[in-house]
Protein backbone atom coordinates (compact mmCIF):
# COMPACT_ATOMS: atom_id res chain seq x y z
CA UNK A 1 0.00 0.00 0.00
CA UNK A 2 0.74 3.81 -0.12
CA UNK A 3 0.41 7.01 1.72
CA UNK A 4 -2.80 8.01 1.67
CA UNK A 5 -1.31 11.39 3.85
CA UNK A 6 0.73 12.31 0.81
CA UNK A 7 -1.40 11.60 -2.39
CA UNK A 8 1.21 13.29 -4.89
CA UNK A 9 3.91 10.65 -3.17
CA UNK A 10 1.13 8.10 -3.47
CA UNK A 11 1.03 8.34 -6.97
CA UNK A 12 4.51 8.53 -7.85
CA UNK A 13 5.23 5.71 -5.90
CA UNK A 14 2.68 3.60 -7.56
CA UNK A 15 4.68 4.60 -11.11
CA UNK A 16 7.62 3.30 -9.58
CA UNK A 17 7.21 -0.44 -10.90
CA UNK A 18 10.17 -3.09 -9.31
CA UNK A 19 11.85 -5.36 -11.62
CA UNK A 20 10.76 -9.28 -10.50
CA UNK A 21 13.99 -10.30 -11.47
CA UNK A 22 12.23 -13.31 -13.29
CA UNK A 23 12.65 -13.71 -17.04
CA UNK A 24 10.45 -16.24 -19.37
CA UNK A 25 10.01 -15.08 -22.41
CA UNK A 26 8.66 -11.92 -21.05
CA UNK A 27 9.81 -9.28 -18.73
CA UNK A 28 8.06 -8.70 -15.34
CA UNK A 29 7.46 -5.77 -13.12
CA UNK A 30 5.48 -5.53 -9.98
CA UNK A 31 4.01 -3.08 -8.24
CA UNK A 32 1.30 -1.50 -5.74
CA UNK A 33 -1.86 0.45 -5.65
CA UNK A 34 -3.10 3.78 -4.09
CA UNK A 35 -6.00 3.31 -1.36
CA UNK A 36 -9.35 3.48 -2.82
CA UNK A 37 -12.37 3.86 -0.53
CA UNK A 38 -14.17 2.46 -3.91
CA UNK A 39 -12.34 -0.96 -3.23
CA UNK A 40 -11.08 -0.88 -6.91
CA UNK A 41 -7.86 -0.05 -8.47
CA UNK A 42 -8.78 3.19 -10.06
CA UNK A 43 -8.11 2.12 -13.82
CA UNK A 44 -6.00 5.01 -15.00
CA UNK A 45 -3.78 3.74 -12.40
CA UNK A 46 -2.86 0.52 -13.91
CA UNK A 47 -3.03 2.19 -17.52
CA UNK A 48 -0.09 4.71 -16.33
CA UNK A 49 1.64 1.29 -14.47
CA UNK A 50 1.24 -0.87 -17.64
CA UNK A 51 2.73 2.38 -19.73
CA UNK A 52 5.70 2.41 -17.65
CA UNK A 53 6.10 -1.75 -17.24
CA UNK A 54 6.82 -1.41 -21.22
CA UNK A 55 8.95 1.69 -20.94
CA UNK A 56 11.25 0.18 -18.85
CA UNK A 57 12.14 -2.56 -22.02
CA UNK A 58 12.88 0.46 -24.14
CA UNK A 59 16.15 3.26 -24.20
CA UNK A 60 14.69 6.57 -23.06
CA UNK A 61 14.69 8.12 -26.34
CA UNK A 62 12.55 5.68 -27.61
CA UNK A 63 9.00 7.15 -26.09
CA UNK A 64 5.69 6.20 -25.90
CA UNK A 65 3.42 7.58 -28.62
CA UNK A 66 -0.10 5.45 -28.57
CA UNK A 67 -1.72 2.55 -26.89
CA UNK A 68 -4.69 0.61 -26.56
CA UNK A 69 -6.31 -1.22 -23.61
CA UNK A 70 -8.92 -3.24 -22.33
CA UNK A 71 -10.10 -3.43 -18.66
CA UNK A 72 -10.56 -6.44 -18.22
CA UNK A 73 -11.78 -7.05 -14.50
CA UNK A 74 -12.07 -4.53 -11.67
CA UNK A 75 -8.20 -4.70 -9.49
CA UNK A 76 -8.34 -4.89 -5.62
CA UNK A 77 -6.26 -1.99 -4.35
CA UNK A 78 -5.09 -4.14 -0.97
CA UNK A 79 -3.29 -6.80 -3.71
CA UNK A 80 -0.23 -6.34 -5.47
CA UNK A 81 0.13 -5.91 -9.09
CA UNK A 82 2.14 -8.15 -11.65
CA UNK A 83 3.38 -6.58 -15.22
CA UNK A 84 4.43 -8.89 -18.05
CA UNK A 85 5.87 -7.13 -20.52
CA UNK A 86 6.17 -8.73 -24.50
CA UNK A 87 8.61 -7.48 -26.59
CA UNK A 88 6.63 -8.01 -29.86
CA UNK A 89 8.83 -5.47 -32.26
CA UNK A 90 11.75 -3.41 -32.80
CA UNK A 91 12.03 -1.39 -35.38
CA UNK A 92 14.55 1.27 -36.76
CA UNK A 93 12.26 4.05 -35.00
CA UNK A 94 9.33 2.40 -33.32
CA UNK A 95 8.89 -0.56 -31.29
CA UNK A 96 5.56 -2.39 -29.71
CA UNK A 97 4.88 -3.78 -26.45
CA UNK A 98 2.11 -5.63 -25.09
CA UNK A 99 1.13 -5.61 -21.47
CA UNK A 100 -0.66 -7.07 -19.41
CA UNK A 101 -1.38 -6.71 -15.60
CA UNK A 102 -2.52 -9.31 -13.43
CA UNK A 103 -3.75 -10.18 -9.80
CA UNK A 104 -4.43 -13.52 -8.26
CA UNK A 105 -3.06 -15.02 -11.90
CA UNK A 106 -6.04 -13.63 -13.94
CA UNK A 107 -5.13 -10.58 -16.09
CA UNK A 108 -7.07 -7.05 -15.02
CA UNK A 109 -5.75 -5.13 -17.70
CA UNK A 110 -4.14 -5.75 -21.17
CA UNK A 111 -2.40 -2.89 -23.69
CA UNK A 112 -0.92 -2.71 -26.90
CA UNK A 113 1.38 0.38 -26.67
CA UNK A 114 3.94 1.65 -29.57
CA UNK A 115 6.94 3.92 -29.00
CA UNK A 116 9.02 6.21 -31.20
CA UNK A 117 12.33 8.19 -31.52
CA UNK A 118 11.71 11.67 -31.81
CA UNK A 119 12.15 13.02 -35.55
CA UNK A 120 11.37 16.13 -37.80
CA UNK A 121 7.90 15.82 -39.81
CA UNK A 122 4.74 17.31 -40.92
CA UNK A 123 2.90 18.80 -38.00
CA UNK A 124 -0.59 20.75 -37.03
CA UNK A 125 -2.61 20.61 -34.23
CA UNK A 126 -6.32 21.65 -33.22
CA UNK A 127 -6.71 24.51 -31.94
CA UNK A 128 -7.81 24.65 -28.18
CA UNK A 129 -11.25 26.05 -27.75
CA UNK A 130 -11.87 29.82 -27.17
CA UNK A 131 -13.69 31.17 -24.42
CA UNK A 132 -13.19 28.53 -21.89
CA UNK A 133 -12.63 30.27 -17.97
CA UNK A 134 -9.44 29.82 -16.86
CA UNK A 135 -8.41 27.86 -13.65
CA UNK A 136 -8.48 31.15 -11.42
CA UNK A 137 -11.57 32.47 -12.75
CA UNK A 138 -13.37 29.04 -11.48
CA UNK A 139 -14.91 28.32 -7.47
CA UNK A 140 -12.98 26.46 -5.72
CA UNK A 141 -14.20 22.86 -5.44
CA UNK A 142 -15.95 21.73 -2.72
CA UNK A 143 -15.70 18.80 -1.04
CA UNK A 144 -18.19 19.40 1.68
CA UNK A 145 -21.10 19.25 -0.62
CA UNK A 146 -20.16 14.90 -1.51
CA UNK A 147 -21.05 11.92 0.65
CA UNK A 148 -18.34 10.73 3.07
CA UNK A 149 -17.12 8.16 1.43
CA UNK A 150 -16.92 10.51 -1.99
CA UNK A 151 -14.74 13.25 0.38
CA UNK A 152 -12.83 10.66 1.31
CA UNK A 153 -11.71 9.74 -2.09
CA UNK A 154 -11.20 13.17 -3.41
CA UNK A 155 -9.30 14.44 -0.46
CA UNK A 156 -7.03 11.19 -1.00
CA UNK A 157 -6.47 11.97 -5.14
CA UNK A 158 -3.07 13.26 -6.36
CA UNK A 159 -4.88 15.68 -9.07
CA UNK A 160 -6.91 19.20 -8.58
CA UNK A 161 -9.90 18.56 -10.66
CA UNK A 162 -12.39 21.96 -11.90
CA UNK A 163 -14.80 21.57 -13.94
CA UNK A 164 -16.38 23.83 -16.93
CA UNK A 165 -19.48 24.23 -16.69
CA UNK A 166 -19.48 22.40 -13.10
CA UNK A 167 -19.19 18.93 -11.73
CA UNK A 168 -21.55 16.19 -12.06
CA UNK A 169 -21.18 14.64 -8.52
CA UNK A 170 -24.09 15.58 -6.74
CA UNK A 171 -26.79 16.92 -9.89
CA UNK A 172 -26.47 18.45 -13.35
CA UNK A 173 -26.53 22.09 -13.91
CA UNK A 174 -27.39 23.96 -17.01
CA UNK A 175 -27.94 22.14 -20.26
CA UNK A 176 -27.61 18.03 -21.07
CA UNK A 177 -25.09 18.25 -23.29
CA UNK A 178 -22.34 15.61 -24.58
CA UNK A 179 -19.37 17.89 -23.50
CA UNK A 180 -17.85 19.55 -20.94
CA UNK A 181 -13.95 20.98 -20.09
CA UNK A 182 -12.05 19.79 -17.40
CA UNK A 183 -9.22 21.86 -15.76
CA UNK A 184 -6.72 19.29 -14.02
CA UNK A 185 -3.02 19.68 -12.40
CA UNK A 186 -1.12 17.37 -9.81
CA UNK A 187 -1.48 18.90 -6.58
CA UNK A 188 2.40 19.67 -6.30
CA UNK A 189 5.60 19.58 -8.51
CA UNK A 190 6.94 16.30 -9.68
CA UNK A 191 10.23 15.37 -11.35
CA UNK A 192 11.65 16.94 -13.88
CA UNK A 193 11.58 13.02 -15.97
CA UNK A 194 9.92 13.55 -19.11
CA UNK A 195 8.75 9.76 -18.29
CA UNK A 196 7.11 10.34 -15.20
CA UNK A 197 5.21 12.95 -16.99
CA UNK A 198 3.99 11.16 -20.11
CA UNK A 199 2.53 7.95 -16.78
CA UNK A 200 1.17 10.53 -15.10
CA UNK A 201 -0.43 12.03 -18.00
CA UNK A 202 -1.75 8.96 -18.74
CA UNK A 203 -2.90 8.50 -15.26
CA UNK A 204 -5.36 11.71 -15.30
CA UNK A 205 -6.77 11.19 -18.88
CA UNK A 206 -9.49 8.03 -17.10
CA UNK A 207 -10.34 10.89 -15.01
CA UNK A 208 -13.94 12.68 -15.78
CA UNK A 209 -14.01 11.38 -19.37
CA UNK A 210 -17.08 9.02 -18.73
CA UNK A 211 -19.35 12.72 -17.49
CA UNK A 212 -19.37 13.57 -20.75
CA UNK A 213 -22.14 10.53 -21.27
CA UNK A 214 -23.91 11.47 -17.84
CA UNK A 215 -24.09 14.94 -18.34
CA UNK A 216 -25.97 14.28 -21.76
CA UNK A 217 -28.62 12.42 -19.75
CA UNK A 218 -28.60 14.48 -16.67
CA UNK A 219 -27.56 11.69 -14.59
CA UNK A 220 -25.27 12.76 -11.47
CA UNK A 221 -22.55 10.37 -9.93
CA UNK A 222 -24.50 10.00 -7.07
CA UNK A 223 -27.57 8.09 -8.43
CA UNK A 224 -28.65 5.58 -6.86
CA UNK A 225 -27.81 2.05 -8.50
CA UNK A 226 -25.85 3.95 -11.24
CA UNK A 227 -23.17 1.53 -12.63
CA UNK A 228 -20.51 2.82 -14.80
CA UNK A 229 -16.87 0.88 -15.38
CA UNK A 230 -14.62 1.50 -18.56
CA UNK A 231 -14.30 -1.09 -21.20
CA UNK A 232 -11.20 0.27 -23.42
CA UNK A 233 -8.95 3.43 -23.38
CA UNK A 234 -6.90 4.68 -26.42
CA UNK A 235 -4.19 7.32 -25.93
CA UNK A 236 -2.07 8.96 -28.36
CA UNK A 237 0.80 11.48 -26.58
CA UNK A 238 1.76 14.51 -29.63
CA UNK A 239 4.00 16.38 -27.72
CA UNK A 240 5.64 16.46 -24.56
CA UNK A 241 4.02 18.58 -21.16
CA UNK A 242 4.04 19.01 -17.74
CA UNK A 243 1.09 17.72 -15.20
CA UNK A 244 1.85 20.07 -12.81
CA UNK A 245 0.68 23.00 -14.47
CA UNK A 246 -2.35 23.66 -15.36
CA UNK A 247 -4.17 21.47 -18.30
CA UNK A 248 -7.34 21.28 -20.13
CA UNK A 249 -9.47 18.39 -20.59
CA UNK A 250 -11.86 18.76 -23.05
CA UNK A 251 -14.47 16.42 -23.73
CA UNK A 252 -17.11 15.24 -25.51
CA UNK A 253 -19.24 12.26 -26.17
CA UNK A 254 -20.69 10.85 -29.76
CA UNK A 255 -22.35 8.27 -29.23
CA UNK A 256 -24.24 6.00 -26.40
CA UNK A 257 -26.66 3.09 -27.41
CA UNK A 258 -27.20 -0.60 -25.56
CA UNK A 259 -25.61 0.29 -22.11
CA UNK A 260 -22.07 1.41 -23.67
CA UNK A 261 -21.30 5.28 -24.18
CA UNK A 262 -18.48 6.56 -26.08
CA UNK A 263 -16.43 9.61 -24.65
CA UNK A 264 -13.64 11.46 -26.41
CA UNK A 265 -10.94 14.01 -25.48
CA UNK A 266 -8.49 16.55 -26.11
CA UNK A 267 -5.56 17.52 -23.58
CA UNK A 268 -4.03 20.99 -23.67
CA UNK A 269 -1.27 23.02 -21.92
CA UNK A 270 -3.23 26.08 -20.41
CA UNK A 271 -1.12 28.32 -23.28
CA UNK A 272 -3.12 25.95 -26.26
CA UNK A 273 -0.72 23.43 -27.17
CA UNK A 274 -2.16 20.31 -27.79
CA UNK A 275 -0.74 17.46 -25.68
CA UNK A 276 -3.15 14.32 -26.43
CA UNK A 277 -6.01 12.82 -27.52
CA UNK A 278 -7.87 10.52 -25.41
CA UNK A 279 -11.11 7.89 -26.72
CA UNK A 280 -12.69 5.77 -24.26
CA UNK A 281 -16.07 3.58 -24.35
CA UNK A 282 -18.13 2.48 -21.17
CA UNK A 283 -20.25 0.59 -19.94
CA UNK A 284 -23.06 2.40 -18.23
CA UNK A 285 -26.38 1.24 -16.88
CA UNK A 286 -29.08 3.51 -15.17
CA UNK A 287 -31.66 2.27 -12.82
CA UNK A 288 -34.87 1.67 -14.61
CA UNK A 289 -33.03 2.02 -18.34
CA UNK A 290 -34.06 5.24 -19.57
CA UNK A 291 -32.43 8.74 -18.95
CA UNK A 292 -33.99 10.83 -16.36
CA UNK A 293 -34.49 13.23 -19.00
CA UNK A 294 -32.44 15.39 -21.24
CA UNK A 295 -32.86 19.20 -21.76
CA UNK A 296 -31.89 21.18 -24.94
Known amino acids: MTDANDPVASLLAVLDLRDAGARTTEDIFTGVSQPMPSGRVYGGQVLAQSIVAASRTLPPERTVHSMHGYFLRPGDPDAGITFSVDRIHDGRSFSTRRTQAFQAGVPIFSMIASFQDEGPGLEHAEPMPDGIPLPEDLPPFDEE ?9 FSERPVDVLHVPSPVYTSV ?4 VPRQAVWMRTRRELPDDPAVHRAALA ?18 WSTPGLRVASLDHAMWWHRPGRVDDWLLYVQ ?6 GGRGLSTGRIYTRDGVLLASVAQEIMVRVPGGESPGVRP
Open 145 to 153: RLHPVSRKL
Open 173 to 176: EGPH
Open 203 to 220: YLSDLTIQETILRRHGVP
Open 252 to 257: ESPNAR
